[in-house]
């Protein structure tokens, strides 16, 4: 059973491009949040994806955004990229649908972003 | 901002247990608390969760005290493997997922 997986691995970008990263779920998920951990903090929420649709999203400017496909995979893309944006991108998944109060979240390995 | 308060940093020597404490004073009801952990370089990987009751599993123990006002995750026999950042996360369904992660416990396992 292949647990979450993410793409690229590692990302080399310049200021003021654009970048999207790829996150396929846990098999049997339906739902995907996307973090962003900068270097010695906890990882922070940008957004939830369920059922194609963003269902909640943190403290982040809308040069963020992502997309949920059918297949429950997801993208994050981040536009007009800012030297701060250098971090780590997590993908977690989760099964929503008939959770019965608790659930669990498993994440991906991530996406090392940096932004020279 | 996170809901929990957990000490920066812990060391424990192989072997022994590993007593991890986190306050979560303000925690609501229907907030279940959470822990994970995130080895160094490697996403979190979750551990264990309870609502009132105690808790184990293959993993650790949770202790959960009667006002849920704060709570310590046991690793029974910490080996070398066990040294990671450690995150305790008051949630409830309503954040549908939205874990708000603080800075955690640096948890080191010493030989």
């Known amino acids: 059973d292949a647990g979450v997986t993410q793409s690229p691995t590692h990302l080399i970008k310049t200021r003021g491009q654009q970048v999207t990263l790829r996150c396929s779920p846990k098999s049997g998920h339906d739902t995907v949040s996307w973090y962003q951990q900068a270097l010695g903090q906890g990882p922070q929420f940008i957004f939830q994806y369920y059922e194609e649709e963003e269902r909640q999203r943190g403290n982040f400017p809308d040069r963020f955004s992502g997309h949920q496909f059918p297949n429950y995979s997801s993208e994050l893309n981040v536009n007009a990229l800012l030297l701060g944006d250098s971090a780590l991108y997590l993908c977690a998944s989760s099964l929503l649908g008939g959770s019965v109060g608790h659930y669990e979240q498993y994440f991906g390995p991530g996406t090392r972003l940096t932004v020279t | 901002d996170a809901k929990t308060t957990q000490p920066p940093s812990m060391d424990c020597a192989e072997g022994r247990a590993a007593n991890l404490p986190c306050n979560h004073s303000t925690i609501s009801g229907n907030e279940y608390v959470y822990w994970y952990r995130q080895i160094h370089s490697q996403g979190p990987q979750y551990i264990i969760h309870?609502?009132?009751n105690n808790e184990t599993n293959e993993m650790a123990s949770l202790i959960i005290t009667e006002d849920r006002k704060s709570s310590t995750l046991i690793l029974p026999h910490a080996t070398l493997r066990d040294t990671a950042v450690y995150y305790c996360?008051?949630?409830?369904?309503?954040?549908?997922?939205?874990?708000?992660f603080g800075q955690g416990t640096e948890l080191s396992v010493k030989p």
């Open positions: 309870g609502l009132k």
């Open positions: 996360i008051a949630s409830s369904y309503n954040q549908g997922g939205k874990l708000i």
